[in-house]
């Protein structure tokens, strides 16, 4: 296994990353590389869908929990950390296994970082100011205009990014999605094996009303009230996620609960889409379509038969890694 192989399952929300991950983990003798935004902040469990002690099943989970959620976190730093776990578990002889949804983390492992021009500090400032006096929505539509691609991916409530996809193009004089796209054709290469997990949509969509009402018999009321109460005001980016926005908006009394859950269900729908949209743009992802009632085991029994045909064809000169005969066995197996 070369040093820049790994294998990434990846797909929306609610899908069922999560457990297959767990399930091929095991099967590997590997640990799970966690790629999500929001799992990366302490104390965020139940919003976020972090997999507890005993749902990991014996499986490490790493890139979790690693900051407080006033703290800066951003890709950056994801990366760094996450190519010194995929080191770590190279030199030990296993396959790094990256799972999540948050697409940006997993391109940046791919394709490297685009840093881009610095700042425009008065540029920003006119744009938050026009952002106040116009209606919402009002960048968007300016982005939309100057850089639809980059538009399409953005929430429209999303001001930081979309003005800095508008300072960018400002400085360039080109969209920050083509400038994406040259900077990753002139990145180094790497030989990742991407699969992605996806439903039939009103399967997905019944798939995120069961996850809510989980979240809510869980505690994710509490959970808001308590992050609130230590003082993580709904300022912060952390607490602008999903779960924690339209619950700590509950709280707050701008609507009551049947709003609040509504408003969650909808926008997780809206968040799932938009996952789908930015991973149906890496080409070389390999989908996998999951049937009404396939099993979690079912389903990692397929990833499993793609990671052996990924690892399976060593180049020539070369032997089979001994996490290859660990992989043929669990296959065989039934995964």
């Not at 990846?10 to 966690?34: F, H, R, Y």
């Not at 994406?180 to 439903?199: D, E, F, T, Y």
């Not at 085991?297 to 038969?305: D, I, M, P, S």
Request: charged fraction near 25%; hydrophobic fraction near 40%.
């Amino acid at each position: 296994m070369r040093s820049e192989q790994f294998v990434a399952i990846v797909g929306p929300t609610a899908v069922g990353k999560s457990q297959v991950g767990i399930l091929v983990a095991k099967a590997l003798g590997t640990e799970v590389l966690t790629a999500d935004s929001r799992q990366v902040y302490r104390g965020m469990d139940i919003g976020t869908d972090k997999p507890g002690l005993e749902e990991q099943r014996g499986v490490p989970h790493r890139l979790i929990d690693l900051v407080e959620p006033d703290q800066p976190f951003n890709v950056g730093l994801y990366r760094k950390q996450a190519l010194a776990e995929i080191v770590r578990l190279h030199r030990a002889g296993q396959i790094p296994l990256v799972v999540g949804g948050t697409g940006l983390y997993v391109r940046a492992l791919i394709r490297g970082l685009w840093a881009g021009p610095s700042a425009d500090w008065d540029f920003r400032e006119r744009l938050e100011e026009e952002a106040r006096e116009q209606d919402a929505g009002y960048l968007h539509q300016a982005l939309a205009r100057v850089d639809p691609e980059s538009a399409g991916r953005l929430h429209p409530h999303d001001q930081v990014k979309i003005i800095r996809a508008l300072e960018v193009h400002h400085l360039l004089g080109r969209p920050l999605s083509e400038a994406h796209r040259r900077h990753a054709s002139n990145a180094s290469a790497c030989s990742p094996l991407l699969i992605g997990l996806i439903r039939e949509r009103e399967a997905l969509y019944r798939r995120i009303e069961a996850r809510v009402a989980a979240q809510l018999a869980k505690g994710l009321v509490q959970e808001t009230q308590r992050l609130l109460e230590t003082g993580y005001g709904r300022h912060l980016g952390a607490m602008k996620g999903l779960g924690y926005r339209q619950i700590a908006g509950y709280l707050a009394g701008d609507y009551d609960l049947v709003e609040a859950v509504r408003r969650l269900k909808r926008d997780t729908r809206h968040f799932a889409k938009r996952q789908l949209t930015w991973f149906r743009k890496e080409p070389e992802i390999i989908w996998l379509s999951l049937g009404e009632h396939e099993s979690p085991e079912q389903t990692a029994a397929r990833v499993l038969e793609q990671v052996y045909r990924f690892l399976s064809y060593p180049a020539k000169g070369s032997s089979p890694e001994p996490a290859v005969a660990k992989l043929a066995g669990a296959s065989s197996a039934g995964g």
